[in-house]
Nanobody
């Protein structure tokens, strides 16, 4: 079964850190670049970070550069998002997906940054 399962979200205070995970199954993970997206209430889903299939190349939205790090472990079919120095405006549901040939979206993982 082809699927993506996000985890690792939670409630954190401003300035805190979280590490998100996305476990992939049902396809050859190492053949695809992967992306993290987020969707805040009342807003459209937006791109956060991209990593190439080998993990060599990464790219970030300006709003998270220097604070977030995307990485992957092809042996575990998992992509990660390390989020540091979190801000209230990072509050959103976070999703992962592959590139190209996007899959049906998973359930996402909620990240709430609040004191």
């Amino acid at each position: 079964q082809v699927q993506l399962v996000e985890s690792g979200g939670g409630l954190v205070e401003p300035g805190g850190s979280l590490r998100l995970s996305c476990a992939a199954s049902g396809f050859t993970f190492s053949n695809y670049a992967m992306r993290w997206y987020r969707q805040a209430p009342g807003q459209e889903r937006g791109l956060v970070a991209t990593i190439s299939n080998t993990g060599i190349y990464t790219n970030y939205a300006d709003s998270v550069k220097g604070r977030f790090t995307i990485s992957r472990d092809n042996a575990k079919n998992t992509v990660y998002l390390q989020m540091n120095s979190l801000k209230p405006e990072d509050t959103a549901v976070y999703y992962c997906n592959r590139v190209p040939n996007e899959l049906v979206w998973g359930q996402g993982t909620q990240v709430t940054v609040s004191s």
